[in-house]
């Protein structure tokens, strides 16, 4: 099943961005589907955008218009970038890899990274 690594979390003023990274060691990266989850303090880990292997991307409402995922199958890398970040957005990112399910949904692998911290704050 490979492994995943996040990078590029830290502490951002809110209206700032970032970008986060997820290297993906599968073995062919470019016919997964991708996401991004995040888990704030006391809460569940939820899912924050995703990307089919065909490059269609999709967000949760409270990301909408502000992040950004997209892939490099070259580099078998794929990012986040978020802008316009609020403090409502500080948790713990984590990168996963997975499929579009028959419904359209992303279904991922339970397989994890140790996540990045990012956190907006003055």
């Known amino acids: 099943q490979g492994e995943v690594v996040e990078s590029g979390g830290g502490l951002v003023q809110p209206g700032g961005s970032l970008t986060l990274s997820c290297v993906a060691t599968?073995?062919?990266?470019?016919?997964?589907?991708l996401a991004w989850y995040r888990q704030a303090p006391g809460q569940q880990r939820e899912l924050v955008a995703w990307?089919?292997?065909?490059?269609?991307?999709n967000y949760e409402d409270f990301v909408k218009g502000r992040f950004t995922i997209s892939r490099d199958n070259g580099k078998k890398t794929f990012y986040l970038r978020m802008n316009s970040l609020e403090p409502e957005d500080t948790a713990v990112y984590y990168c996963?890899?997975?499929?579009?399910?028959?419904?359209?949904?992303?279904?991922?692998?339970?397989?994890w990274g140790k996540g990045t911290l990012v956190t907006v704050s003055v």
């Open positions: 599968v073995s062919i990266f470019s016919a997964y589907a």
């Open positions: 996963n890899t997975g499929q579009t399910g028959s419904a359209g949904e992303y279904v991922g692998m339970e397989v």
């Open positions: 990307i089919s292997h065909r490059g269609v991307t």
